[in-house]
């Protein structure tokens, strides 16, 4: 009972803490509109934060390693808290820049601790209800955070004040978890040659998904306050987004359980760039049909990530999963920061708007790469499928949680042959032949 317990309050303040941190994403970019930053600069500040949540993974390891768990998460608990505060304090971009670098630090940090402790209650049991109560849990906590742009006045301290005290008050339950120190968790990861050999629409599927979501959370507040949505519109364009993707996730990997998982990523990633592209067209007749195409987006083009890690496991052997999985979070979020920059000058040179056919063109890579490889290999039977989970690039302790990282297959006995048709991460010749997808 008391470990069910702690999962809870674990939950409950990551839903809290994510609120807080999806408020001022959101916030940040109204704000910077409204101050005169331009979209160029906005999403090189945007960028920021995703370069510091792909350096987090990186130098938080070796923090918790001298200083331990509990130091480490209180410390980047703090500092992140902080930098809240100094967006409204200090409305300059270089100073936007360098605070929300640290921001992006401390929030994959915090993952980090989280996710390790959660995974320390966790029993293999409960591994995979865990596993997508916590990414459902994300989304949600997000979603929550866009509605809080009303609670207050967009021009003063007021909302970054209530992200820093949703920032804190997230943490109590965390910290007041009685979660006994957790093993660190090392990280591995794949070479990308090795990855992509092994699973060439794993790769492209997870640097796209990361270009286009990235230039979504990025700027999609931007995009929707330089149309001329008052801060009711722009919350409202971003809540349902996140809403779509919520709803619409589990039917979508669920539907890639039964088909090839190729096909269904290659429908998804082409709704989801139709979607953006019918939202540009709709401008010229009416702004509030963009929340309509805002929903859809959302509701495939968040599953587009997930889609492709699990095509990725489908070839990998399990006892190389986390190492594939934590380099397409590399991925993806290399990804991540690649879209703002490029998404931001574009805005920059051509109105607002442009964000919308950006993210088109990111999402019809994998769509048209996806059709590509299902004309040159064949399908991999939906038998020897890995069952699909929802996946987000949070933090490499996540992983520990995936469902099929509890047990990896028994190596056969000398002399006899794998049957199953996954490729391991040392079984490059056969991945070189092409008989990966």
């Not at 509605?147 to 820093?164: C, N, P, Q, V």
């Not at 805002?294 to 968040?302: H, Q």
Request: some cysteine.
């Amino acid at each position: 009972m008391r470990g069910i317990f702690a999962i809870i309050t674990l939950l409950l303040g990551i839903a809290i803490l994510l609120a807080g941190n999806g408020l001022v994403g959101t916030l940040l970019g109204v704000r910077g509109g409204m101050e005169g930053f331009s979209s160029g600069v906005l999403g090189v500040i945007m960028a920021g934060y995703f370069s510091g949540f792909v350096a987090g993974t990186f130098i938080v390891p070796r923090i918790i390693r001298s200083a331990g768990h509990v130091r480490c998460f209180a410390a980047l608990a703090s500092i992140c808290s902080v930098t809240v505060l100094v967006h409204g304090l200090f409305i300059h971009p270089l100073v936007w820049l360098v605070a929300r670098a640290i921001a992006g630090i401390c929030i994959v940090g915090i993952y980090i601790v989280i996710e390790s402790w959660l995974n320390e209650q966790t029993s293999n049991e409960q591994r995979g209800h865990i596993f997508s109560a916590y990414m459902t849990t994300t989304l949600i906590g997000l979603g929550l955070g866009q509605t809080l742009l009303l609670a207050g006045d967009i021009s003063t301290l007021e909302l970054f004040a209530l992200g820093s005290v949703l920032m804190s008050i997230g943490l109590v339950p965390v910290a007041l978890t009685r979660v006994k120190e957790p093993p660190l968790v090392d990280t591995h990861r794949l070479g990308l040659g090795q990855l992509y050999r092994i699973s060439p629409l794993g790769v492209i599927g997870a640097l796209f998904a990361g270009v286009g979501t990235g230039a979504f959370w990025g700027l999609a507040p931007v995009m929707a306050s330089g149309l001329g949505l008052d801060a009711r519109g722009v919350a409202g364009f971003m809540s349902l987004s996140i809403l779509g993707g919520i709803l619409m996730m589990w039917p979508l990997g669920r539907l890639s359980d039964r088909f090839d998982r190729r096909s269904v990523l290659a429908i998804v990633s082409l709704i989801t760039a139709l979607a953006a592209l019918a939202g540009w067209w709709l401008l010229d007749i009416r702004l509030q049909l963009i929340m309509l195409t805002g929903f859809v987006y959302g509701a495939f083009g968040f599953s587009t990530y997930a889609l492709a890690a699990s095509h990725t496991n489908d070839h990998v052997d399990s006892q190389h999963m986390l190492e594939a999985a934590s380099s397409l979070q590399l991925l993806y979020g290399a990804g991540a920061i690649i879209g703002p920059l490029l998404a931001g000058s574009l805005m920059q040179w051509s109105g607002p708007a442009t964000l919308l056919p950006f993210m088109s063109a990111a999402a019809l890579v994998p769509a048209l790469f996806a059709l590509w490889r299902m004309r040159i290999r064949p399908a991999l039977p939906t038998e020897q499928q890995s069952e699909w989970v929802p996946q987000f690039a949070t933090s490499p302790a996540v992983l520990e949680m995936h469902p099929d990282s509890v047990e990896g297959p028994e190596s056969p006995p000398e002399g006899d042959t794998m049957t199953d048709d996954r490729v391991s991460g040392s079984d490059q010749e056969r991945a070189a032949d092409g008989n990966t997808s």
